[in-house]
Nanobody, 122 residues
Framework: QVQLVESGGGLVQAGGSLRLSCAASGTFFAINPMGWYRRAPGKERALVATITTGGYTNYADSVKGRFTISRDNAKKTVYLQMDSLKPEDAAVYYC????????????????WGQGTLVTVSS
């Protein structure tokens, strides 16, 4: 069973920073890409950022220049550094990954973490 476990959420003032972490556990061949999504109150879950094993990144326009996604492939961990936080960044942040179980990449599963709450006070 593959699990993604997030940590690092909390309460921060507007303009502040937080760093989220997401560690993958279990038996698998690869997890690619990994990413962060968020769901704000009353809104649907939305992409924040994704990163491939090769380091290719993709960001939502609303976080470009403020958030940085990175990953440590050896630790099977993805990070989200969030700077210059705004009240509108408040949401439950979810880690996501596409897990491959064999080297032929013909068996895969999308896995989600349980979410971590980020609150930004104005």
């Amino acid at each position: 069973q593959v699990q993604l476990v997030e940590s690092g959420g909390g309460l921060v003032q507007a303009g502040g920073s937080l760093r989220l972490s997401c560690a993958a556990s279990g038996t698998f061949f690869a997890i690619n890409p990994m990413g962060w999504y968020r769901r704000a109150p009353g809104k649907e879950r939305a992409l924040v950022a994704t990163i491939t094993t090769g380091g290719y990144t993709n960001y939502a326009d609303s976080v470009k220049g403020r958030f940085t996604i990175s990953r440590d492939n050896a630790k099977k961990t993805v990070y989200l550094q969030m700077d210059s936080l705004k009240p509108e960044d408040a949401a439950v942040y979810y880690c996501q990954g596409v897990v491959y179980f064999t080297s032929t990449f013909n068996r895969f599963l999308e896995v989600w973490g349980q979410g971590t709450l980020v609150t930004v006070s104005s």
